[in-house]
């Protein structure tokens, strides 16, 4: 059963923020931090305010700009860390979104599940 779903995430700069975007993320519980399009982020008004080495998809690691933002997945929503993504990188729903979000993989199904 593969332990990877795509889910459809709300991003806003924060939580009253008029401006938002809707994004297509891969959860993957492997990776700490969301990946998302550098452009997206930048659009939202969102500016990153430290260079972050993070955990790539495959185990390898690259530095990238990382910011504070507004998140809502399956129903759930909370601020957590994004990272700006380059031209090809993965867009990646990561494990402290997860965290934040009380959201999990369920290996039986392969579907997000909320934590109880």
Same mark, same amino acid.
């Given at each position: 059963?593969?332990?990877?779903?795509?889910?459809?995430?709300?991003?806003?700069?924060?939580?009253?923020?008029?401006?938002?975007?809707?994004?297509?993320?891969?959860?993957?519980?492997?990776?700490?931090?969301? /990946?998302?399009?550098?452009?997206?982020?930048?659009?939202?008004?969102?500016?990153?305010?430290?260079?972050?080495? /993070?955990?790539?998809?495959?185990?390898?690691?690259?530095?990238?700009?990382?910011?504070?933002?507004?998140?809502?997945?399956?129903?759930?929503?909370?601020?957590?860390?994004?990272?700006?993504?380059?031209?090809?990188?993965?867009?990646?729903?990561?494990?402290?979104?997860?965290?934040?979000?009380?959201?999990?993989?369920?290996?039986?199904?392969?579907?997000?599940?909320?934590?109880?």
């Amino acid at each position: 059963m593969s332990m990877e779903q795509t889910v459809r995430a709300k991003i806003q700069k924060h939580r009253k923020s008029p401006k938002s975007a809707e994004v297509d993320l891969r959860a993957d519980p492997s990776v700490v931090y969301s /990946i998302v399009p550098a452009e997206t982020l930048y659009d939202l008004g969102i500016q990153p305010d430290e260079d972050t080495t /993070i955990a790539m998809p495959g185990g390898t690691e690259a530095t990238r700009r990382t910011a504070g933002a507004y998140m809502e997945v399956a129903g759930r929503s909370g601020y957590t860390r994004v990272a700006f993504g380059k031209e090809g990188d993965p867009a990646v729903l990561g494990r402290m979104a997860l965290d934040i979000l009380a959201l999990a993989l369920d290996p039986n199904v392969g579907r997000l599940q909320p934590l109880t």
